[in-house]
């Protein structure tokens, strides 16, 4: 079976700085994709980031990016140049490729200070 | 994921009714999934459907709880004799026939927020 954990339930960054998120998961499958969701205020999931385990480059979207480390399975979030939108839960997810089953984290509330 | 339409988005029940929540996928989308999400927690599967099929309802609490994706209309989770801890949101998710061909990404919908009192 598939688990995320997500150990830090909740972060704070001054706005204009740098954070990292992070997730571990453990799965048996060999070919999966990794995932980042925001979910702010208005509840919303909006797909943040997403990253094939077949890939070692790092994915990168603009701020976003995230650092995974495939052999201590861990699937890290930085946001580079924090923003007062950037404020949200944010949810970890590990779905087996061809599947639709993902597995999420608890989340990680993030606050960005002014 | 704006293309995927939830509603209502938000739902108030007392104990004991029905609730029926309503998700249209995605245009070019035929696979529908439903997630629910209680208070304080990430997101947890519960079915998976395409038109008029039921393929996976392995997340699916046995008693009360059906869903459906009919030929013409919306998909629909029906929550039948509701109680307080059916209180959580819905998302809705949708994706192309071949899931690979989106990058194993699934499209969310804004979610339905259900409150029993």
Redesign the interface.
């Known amino acids: 079976a598939q688990t995320?954990t997500q150990s830090q339930p909740e972060m704070s960054v001054q706005e204009a700085e740098t954070v990292t998120l992070s997730c571990t998961y453990d799965t048996s499958e060999s070919d999966y994709?990794l995932?980042w969701?925001k979910q702010p205020p208005?509840?919303?999931?909006?797909?943040v980031i997403?990253q094939?385990a077949y890939k070692q480059q790092n994915a990168t979207e603009n701020r976003f990016s995230v650092n995974f480390q495939k052999a201590a399975k861990s699937f890290s979030l930085k946001i580079s140049d924090s923003q007062l939108g950037d404020a949200a839960m944010y949810?970890c997810?590990c779905?087996t490729?061809?599947?639709?089953?993902?597995i999420?984290?608890?989340?990680t509330r993030l606050k960005v200070l002014a | 994921n704006a293309g995927v339409m939830q509603n209502p988005r938000h739902l108030v029940r007392r104990r004991g009714q029905e609730a029926r929540l309503r998700c249209s996928p995605m245009k070019g989308h035929s696979h529908v999934y439903w997630y629910r999400q209680l208070p304080e927690e990430g997101l947890k599967f519960m079915v998976y459907l395409q038109k008029e099929n039921i393929i996976d309802e392995s997340g699916m609490p046995k008693e009360r709880f059906s869903a459906e994706f009919p030929k013409e209309g919306p998909s629909i989770l029906r929550i039948q004799q509701v109680v307080r801890g059916d209180s959580a949101a819905y998302f809705c998710a949708s994706s192309p026939d071949l899931l690979q061909l989106s990058g194993n990404t699934i499209y969310f919908g804004e979610g339905s927020w259900l409150t029993v009192v």
């Not at chain 1, 208005?42 to 797909?47: D, N, T, V």
């Not at chain 1, 490729?97 to 993902?102: A, F, I, L, Q």
């Not at chain 1, 999420?104 to 989340?107: I, L, P, V, Y």
């Open positions: 995320v994709y995932f969701y208005s509840r919303q999931m909006i797909l997403r094939e949810f997810a779905g490729s061809g599947t639709y089953k993902y999420f984290g608890t989340g």
